[in-house]
């Protein structure tokens, strides 16, 4: 395609029309133009572009257009519009669709937006070109205007946030009782919203009633959170995709149980959206119980009362996080869902505020969480960088060719050695050595100097697979491509699937990003020049077709689990990740179509390490080398939360073809979430550390801010004695476990100091454990019975402390036997002992069984109907 001569010619027909127009302004007079009698309208087909969607832009994000093409002809046509966003007329995205005659067509395309170019502007310009192209050359088609290029703007959002509202279809709207409740819950999301702000919203919420979502990349990039309040999503298969990869890719969203299907919810979260529905009740009085989100502590209940009833969906969910109740009964929850979250609210939206038009306390608190920017998705482009360039370069010989080689040496040697003997002539050996050896040495040098010169064409290709609960994946790949000559990469892109180069700015060439009818997607630019590595990035999700699961349960050894869906004879590093808490190994065992593993106590990973074993390959250090940069900040990375399994396997194929000049290569890593089952009852359980979460216990003065549970951190050099109470949460197919012993591990320093632990024994705190002078790794049991009974809250309470140390102690002493702090030298006795201590990490592994004859709370709760 002649990109060059288009914008020569594109710039030429610009500055014509401006000369004409400029000529007819001025009023130089035309001469002898006839007047000619007005033909018929000729049939043509007429093409619009305009905003999709949100119909809002984001900078750095992707937005939808719709392109309409209406065919008045006798014949069908086929239409390719491009677009450019602000200035840059060289980065263009672009639409080639079929258009029947006498027909209208609709067709989407999506569209990035330069994070750069308008950060102090509210208006973006879209610029769109039509082409028409013959014999390999393009030309363009003019407006109605006559002119190359049709101009418009678009809105663009810097920094707003931005809310969208999913509520019942279209046709129910109709009814004036629909209509009203719809404009209610419009109402009360706005309150909601300016409840937390100082100054109300500028821009409205964006309804997406009346009009299904586009099917295109990133389509809700611009929203922050979404309210869905009705089943509208039931109708819009693409619509129910485009919500549910946004909020796994950061996204906020409010959904409404009381006012929507249980089927879909199914469809649009599966498993992390589960939960069973009890009944259905209407409530005129209640109390809202909510708690402080930071210090844990329950506030005063808030009452509500109105003469017109408020519907409540009475649930039974399984959510860590519920901070509002309703007479025992969750209001409101929260589970996290990728690297978005998701709050759940089964109070109707009146028994939110209060007759005076105003929010409650505990929606003012779910709206801070609520109404705030969409979370950034985890980074792994950075990381996948290093791993995919170590691919390219050329073969080392094998160890195979070096050892033929040196045989071939050692064998000449001994059969000229056995002959020259018989023959008395082991003078010649002296002769014959050297020259082997130069000779082995050639050959070695030019067996090292071909390979070093014959560097393949290649595609080294990384990802990270991210396995869904709803039988999707999340794929973010990266490719370097190397080439021995110029050419082009022909870089073809499947369904669902977008693959740009990293460097897009770096070159005055045109580029375009085309989307054909069959959903794919062709890249045209610049040729790959020789020598060069390039950068390609892909972020995409597809359904599984064969899913890959994990579950199992804990028996005498630890967690025995079973992988399906995937190769283990492929599979490598196999490793158990629920940060922060500590990193277990799975050793695998391979049998049939599915494989069985078992993760240990001892197989542990020592802090720090993230591939299993003593001595590393250099594969498995990149590989450790990239699981640090990525867990580097684990509160913030959805590729720990668990527990999952992590696996390095061969990349997914994902429909993405090159040139046929190119080999392909390159590893994947891909993160499984773990279903656990309930162990059987009567026998011995162990419970690694790994699936043992670890939170703050909440008391009378609030929360310890020694540790941190979200990253499992403590902090470091303290000087003053402290004690941090400490909840160890187990997973909930364990909620009827009896304990018989925990082992913790420890590192902390603390010389001069006591350390101490305490379990809570008949509602009292006892110390369990004391040592003078803790420095290094501490290890110790617990196992009385007394102090292993669980809290109310279902989780084990230890308290972690050191005391003062031993010379704050002498001067503490010293103080309060003397009254003026200057003793008999005159010199004032120092107040403040500065030694600091710290504690690095706290491990603790649980030994239990199952009573038998016990039934899970899960089957109880289902079964009596009450939490």
């Not at 070093?452 to 290649?458: F, G």
């Not at 994946?473 to 740009?500: C, E, F, K, W």
């Not at 790994?690 to 540790?707: C, K, L, M, N, Q």
């Amino acid at each position: 395609m002649h990109f060059h001569s288009l914008r020569s010619t594109i710039l030429c027909r610009i500055f014509a029309a401006f000369m004409f127009s400029l000529v007819a302004a001025i009023g130089i007079p035309q001469v002898g133009v006839a007047q000619e009698e007005e033909a018929p309208a000729e049939a043509v087909t007429a093409v619009t572009v305009t905003p999709a969607g949100v119909q809002r832009f984001a900078n750095g994000g992707w937005a939808s257009m719709t392109v309409v093409g209406v065919n008045r002809t006798d014949d069908d046509a086929e239409e390719v519009v491009s677009m450019f966003v602000g200035k840059d007329p060289n980065l263009q995205f672009s639409t080639k669709f079929w258009v029947p005659a006498h027909s209208k067509r609709q067709s989407w395309m999506p569209v990035a937006v330069p994070s750069a170019d308008f950060t102090d502007e509210d208006r973006v310009n879209l610029s769109t070109i039509r082409l028409s192209g013959s014999e390999g050359a393009e030309s363009f088609t003019e407006n109605i205007n006559q002119m190359p290029i049709s101009e418009r703007s678009a809105m663009l959002t810097n920094g707003e946030i931005n809310t969208g509202l999913i509520s019942d279809p279209s046709e129910l709207l109709m009814v004036a009782t629909r209509a009203a409740e719809s404009e209610r819950i419009v109402e009360i999301v706005n309150l909601a919203r300016d409840s937390i702000t100082s100054t109300p919203s500028d821009f409205p919420l964006i309804s997406f009633n009346s009009v299904f979502l586009p099917p295109t990349h990133r389509a809700l990039d611009q929203m922050d959170q979404v309210v869905i309040a009705g089943d509208q999503l039931l109708n819009d298969s693409e619509g129910m995709i485009a919500v549910r990869r946004w909020i796994r890719h950061g996204g906020r969203a409010w959904i409404m149980l009381d006012r929507v299907s249980q089927g879909m919810v199914q469809q649009l979260l599966g498993d992390d959206g589960a939960y069973t529905e009890i009944d259905r009740v209407e409530l005129n009085d209640l109390e809202i119980e909510f708690k402080d989100p930071f210090s844990g502590r329950a506030w005063q209940p808030q009452a509500w009362t109105s003469e017109i009833p408020v519907t409540m969906l009475r649930v039974f969910t399984e959510a860590d996080d519920v901070p509002c109740h309703v007479n025992g009964w969750p209001a409101a929850y929260w589970k996290r869902v990728g690297d978005g979250e998701v709050l759940f609210t089964t109070l109707g939206a009146e028994g939110w505020v209060n007759e005076k038009t105003t929010t409650s306390q505990a929606l003012n608190q779910l709206s801070r969480r609520l109404f705030e920017p969409k979370n950034e998705p985890t980074e792994f482009v950075q990381a996948l960088v290093p791993i995919v360039d170590e691919q390219i370069g050329y073969q080392i010989p094998s160890r195979s060719v070096a050892a033929i080689v040196l045989a071939v040496n050692l064998l000449a040697l001994i059969i000229f050695g056995g002959i020259w003997t018989r023959r008395r002539q082991l003078d010649r050996m002296a002769v014959l050595v050297p020259v082997s050896a130069l000779a082995t040495t050639a050959v070695m040098l030019g067996i090292g100097s071909h390979h070093a010169r014959s560097v393949p064409s290649t595609v080294a290709t990384g990802q990270v697979v991210q396995v869904r609960a709803s039988g999707e994946a999340d794929i973010t790949t990266v490719r370097a491509v190397y080439s021995q000559q110029a050419g082009p990469l022909g870089l073809v892109s499947g369904n669902h699937v977008l693959t740009m180069p990293s460097d897009v700015d770096a070159t005055s060439e045109t580029r375009r990003l085309r989307f054909d009818d069959n959903g794919t997607s062709r890249w045209f630019g610049p040729d790959q020049p020789p020598g060069v590595v390039r950068h390609l990035i892909s972020e995409s999700s597809m359904q599984l077709v064969n899913p890959i699961r994990v579950r199992g349960s804990f028996d005498d050894q630890g967690f025995r689990g079973t992988l399906i869906g995937l190769d283990a004879a492929t599979c490598e590093d196999g490793l158990i990740v629920s940060l922060p808490a500590p990193m277990t190994s799975a050793r695998f065992d391979a049998s049939g179509d599915s494989a069985h593993f078992v993760a240990r106590q001892q197989d542990r990973l020592p802090v720090d390490q993230f591939v299993p074993g003593a001595m590393l390959s250099d594969k498995q250090r990149k590989r450790d080398a990239f699981l640090r940069q990525v867990f580097a900040e684990p509160e913030n990375n959805s590729l720990g939360w668990g527990p999952s399994l992590l696996l390095w396997t061969s990349p997914l194929d994902l429909g993405v073809r090159f040139e046929a000049r190119f080999t392909q290569n390159g590893p994947a890593l891909i993160s499984i979430p773990i279903h656990i089952d309930r162990p059987q009852p009567g026998i011995e359980i162990r419970i690694p550390s790994t699936f043992i979460h670890v939170d703050t216990f909440a008391s009378e003065s609030g929360r310890s801010t020694i540790y941190n549970p979200r990253n499992g951190t403590w902090l470091k050099e303290l000087t003053k004695p402290s004690e941090t109470q400490l909840l160890f949460e187990f997973p909930r197919a364990l909620s009827e476990m009896t304990l018989s012993g925990v082992t913790i591990s420890m590192k902390v320093n603390a010389p001069s100091r006591t350390l101490f632990v305490k379990a809570m024994v008949d509602g009292e705190p006892a110390t369990m454990f004391e040592k003078e002078n803790a420095n290094g790794v501490v290890q110790f049991t617990i196992d009385r019975p007394d102090a292993l009974r669980f809290h109310s809250s279902g989780a084990l309470w230890l308290s972690f402390g050191v005391s003062e140390s031993a010379g704050q102690s002498a001067l503490n002493q010293a103080r309060n036997e003397q009254a003026d702090p200057v003793d008999n030298g005159g010199v004032i006795a120092p107040e403040v002992d500065n030694t600091t201590w710290q504690i690095d990490y706290v491990h603790l592994d649980a030994v239990g069984q199952i009573k038998p004859g016990t039934q899970s709370s899960n089957d109880k709760a289902t079964e009596t109907g009450k939490p």
